[in-house]
């Protein structure tokens, strides 16, 4: 079967549209585990949309959130877990995650990113007077951190969710 590495939960990592829940839940699927989803737990939790824990409550709220959910999800899970685009930056979730799981990042490029977040509404982060360049901005600074992940499956806009998914389970 695959290798020591699915011991541990899986976790998906990257930036927003990188395909995380697309690509985590097919996995899950694929190996016949779990499918757990950060930013789906913070909003059941919180019985609230992202943007609007956001607005009510600001980012700091929402960070907090999210590293209890995280440490309640990696305590629990087996199996594959999405995380919110934020989850892998701060040092204490890096090192939960890394001491629990087994990250992948799936490394899209901003071109591609910004393909597939400029129409939609659901990104609070994004809601900027020139949210390209704000996505330029937390892309640049967010990549070095990314690329402490356990592993890293570059993403290309001629993939598809199983190709994808295909390329995560050959890396295991
Ligand atoms: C965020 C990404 C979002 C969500 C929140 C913050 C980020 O998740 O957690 O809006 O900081 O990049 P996705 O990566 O699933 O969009």
Redesign the pocket.
């Known amino acids: 079967q695959l290798g020591w590495r699915l011991k541990k939960p899986v976790v998906m990592v990257g930036?927003?549209?990188a395909g995380?829940?697309a690509v985590g839940a097919a996995l899950a699927r694929r190996l016949g585990v779990p499918f757990l989803d950060s930013?789906a737990a913070i909003v059941e939790a919180a019985n609230m949309s992202?943007p609007e824990i956001?607005a009510r409550d600001g980012e700091p709220f929402?960070r907090l959130k999210?590293r209890q959910v995280l440490a309640r999800l990696l305590s629990e899970a087996r199996g594959v877990l999405s995380t919110?685009?934020?989850?892998y930056l701060s040092a204490e979730n890096r090192r939960m995650i890394t001491e629990k799981g087994v990250a992948v990042w799936l490394d899209a490029d901003l071109d591609l990113l910004w393909a597939r977040v400029r129409h939609k509404d659901t990104?609070?982060?994004l809601r900027t007077a020139d949210p390209y360049a704000t996505l330029k901005a937390?892309y640049e600074a967010r990549v070095p951190l990314y690329a402490r992940a356990d592993l890293s499956v570059k993403a290309d806009a001629g993939y598809s969710v199983d190709d994808m998914t295909d390329r995560v389970i050959a890396a295991l």
């Not at 919110?84 to 989850?87: E, S």
């Open positions: 930036m927003m549209g995380k829940s930013d992202i956001f929402f999210e919110g685009g934020g989850a990104r609070p982060l937390l």
